[in-house]
């Protein structure tokens, strides 16, 4: 090949480039996709350098970039250190295009990189980066072995995009007929994520959660109030002498209290629910509660005493799962009382005289909605930045200071409850979720993590109470979710907004059902659709085979048509209608028909054979729009 042939595709290989880069880059720094920027740029100036010893130049060039990537991140396998290597022998080999082989190899490498994509990406928009790297890729090949340099226009960019999209049949049969492979094999571990919920929990531990838009999950069912919407994680139950909260494992429940929780009822409704989860590489499994799921796509451990999940192995690739609801009444004995109402000696003197002097002759439900009442009082604020740090000082937040967000207050909560002498539990996990109206589906994001508490009433169980809810909304400062400040979101909001939010549910909607279809489609609906095929009727058959082959004829006649074709046809219709009513005989020459059809048809298409005749014989180029029109006017 010709170096004037690689010259001529170089933007097509360019835009190859760019899409696999893009393709790969979703978990890169910032600072390494600006270095990538910057690659290009040389890559570029070396494709266009004419040089002798291009090659030997390219080399020391891919060298010396791999010799720093190495240092400057000091040795660390990781994924983001595999990723970026991978993007900088692509930008490289790119540079060095300047022979069929070479280009080959490129080619080669890109759809290497889209299958991987379309393995490790599940959403809409990484299927479509994949497919378009591999549509461009196969038009890439066939032109690099054309002897002759193709014009560039309209014509043969619609025959190469044809000739591209040939693939999708193949595609379409892997998909429907070949298994789903479980890709188990990691060179190395996942990077560790910004998602999740933290280990313990101290005053200020969601700060850096709350300011997320990250999407964690998808709860596909709509048919619930978005107050209900309460995911629990992970319980919190133990106060250390530091005053942070940690969990109590649930093997350490079973062996210290095996013998004493009991359920009292266990019945099965008829509500289920169903999430999509994101790859966030944790092992916890958001549920509402009293639910369990029913879904064995993946192993789940269930923490039966926290009614919290657990996956044996991290998320890394979206799942479906779904849920079964239960009424459950469970019966706790004393010994389990007292862990839930046990505290370290280190609680402020403070708070323990509050609590004496606002319990004294209250029964325990109106001791609770005083401590309600009092973060209702107007003088405690919802807010994310907190001007004043109260530490992990609980009676510091309390009683002076009285703003924070959702740790303060279910902790706080929690540590007065205790110190009544009544059961409770931290609940962390995440609340409300944004509502697509055009699906009908609540997107979970990490700004959605919330923790509240949990108290034991022994007429009613565990019963959800969410302190920070009470807070007024002209109290709400700084929030990024909209669970506390809908209304002034809604009143406040320009008309450009809204169009761009329509446009965000458009889009979200289209990776759902993408994303929902592709996930659905296990092993066992391949399975019944490859019955279904062998126990068709012919008709069906017939449907399944030609039905694709008629439809790439009927592309292939559009694409051919042209005026002439057009006219022709028409006319043609004529004669065999007038063939059909024995006007004219099959041994009539062109011109006999022309005068029968004449005769015959002077007052039904007298117009149009003028318009005919004039087209064929004078060389006069006519509309087609004019074509139909005298056509139909003769009918």
Request: glycine letters at 4%.
């Amino acid at each position: 090949m010709s170096r004037t042939k690689i010259l001529d595709l170089k933007y097509l290989s360019f835009s190859i480039l760019l899409l696999c880069l893009v393709s790969i880059s979703e978990n890169l720094s910032l600072t390494n996709k600006i270095f990538w920027a910057a690659l290009i740029v040389i890559s570029i100036f070396l494709f266009n350098l004419k040089f002798k010893y291009k090659n030997v130049l390219t080399g020391l060039y891919a060298l010396g970039l791999l010799y720093l990537q190495f240092t400057f991140d000091r040795y660390i396998f990781s994924e983001e250190f595999f990723i970026h290597c991978l993007g900088v022998l692509l930008i490289v080999k790119y540079a060095e295009i300047n022979t069929k082989n070479n280009e080959l190899s490129f080619c080669l490498i890109c759809m290497i990189i889209s299958i991987t994509s379309l393995i490790n990406g599940q959403d809409i928009l990484s299927s479509v980066l994949a497919l378009s790297i591999i549509i461009l890729s196969v038009v890439n090949l066939y032109l690099i072995q054309q002897k002759e340099v193709m014009d560039f226009n309209f014509k043969n960019v619609l025959k190469y995009l044809s000739f591209g999209l040939s693939i999708f049949p193949v595609i379409i049969i892997f998909y429907l007929i070949f298994p789903r492979a479980e890709i188990n094999f990691r060179l190395f571990n996942p990077s560790g994520s910004s998602l999740g919920i933290p280990d313990t929990i101290q005053l200020g531990s969601f700060e850096e959660f709350s300011n997320s838009d990250e999407k964690v999950f998808t709860l596909v069912n709509q048919d619930f109030k978005k107050e209900d919407l309460y995911f629990r994680v992970k319980i919190f139950d133990f106060m250390e002498p530091d005053k942070s909260w940690r969990p109590t494992s649930g093997l350490y429940f079973y062996n210290q209290f095996k013998n004493s929780l009991k359920i009292k009822n266990l019945n099965k409704i008829s509500d289920t629910y169903e999430i999509i989860l994101e790859p966030y590489k944790r092992r916890w499994i958001p549920s509402l509660n009293n639910s369990e799921p029913i879904s064995n796509t993946i192993n789940i451990t269930n923490d039966f005493y926290n009614q919290t999940f657990i996956s044996k192995k991290p998320i890394d690739r979206k799942q479906q799962i779904k849920f079964q609801k239960y009424n459950i009444k469970y019966e706790l004995s004393d010994e389990i009382k007292n862990y839930y109402i046990d505290l370290p000696d280190t609680i402020s003197k403070d708070l323990v005289d509050w609590v004496n002097i606002n319990k004294k002759n209250k029964s325990n439900i109106q001791f609770l909605d005083h401590i309600l009442n009092t973060f209702a009082d107007g003088t405690y604020f919802y807010n994310l930045n907190p001007e004043v740090d109260a530490g992990n000082n609980y009676a510091d937040f309390f009683l002076k200071l009285k703003e924070g967000y959702c740790e303060y207050y279910a902790g706080t909560f929690v540590l007065l409850s205790r110190l009544a002498n009544i059961p409770s539990r931290i609940v962390s996990g995440y609340y409300g979720g944004d509502l697509n109206t055009v699906g009908d589906f609540y997107e979970f994001k990490q700004k959605d993590t919330h923790a509240w508490a949990e108290v034991w009433l022994d007429d009613r169980g565990w019963v959800r109470v969410d302190p920070t809810s009470v807070i007024p909304p002209s109290n709400v400062r700084n929030s990024l979710n909209d669970v506390f400040n809908d209304e002034k979101i809604e009143g406040s909001s320009l008309f450009p907004s809204k169009i761009f939010k329509l446009m965000s549910y458009y889009i979200g909607y289209a990776d759902f059902v993408w994303t929902r279809h592709l996930l659905s489609y296990d092993n066992n609906k391949r399975i019944s659709f490859i019955e279904e095929i062998f126990n068709l009727k012919f008709s069906k058959i017939f449907i399944w085979i030609f039905a694709p082959v008629f439809i790439f004829l009927g592309f292939k006649i559009i694409f051919k048509i042209n005026t002439t074709t057009i006219i022709n046809l028409l006319f043609n219709f004529i004669v065999w209608k007038s063939k059909k009513e024995k006007k004219v005989l099959n041994s009539d020459t062109h011109q006999q028909i022309i005068n029968k059809l004449k005769l015959h048809t002077q007052n039904k298409y007298g117009s149009f054979f003028n318009l005919y005749e004039s087209f064929r014989y004078s060389d006069q180029n006519i509309e087609l729009t004019k074509i139909f029109r005298t056509f139909m006017s003769s009918k």
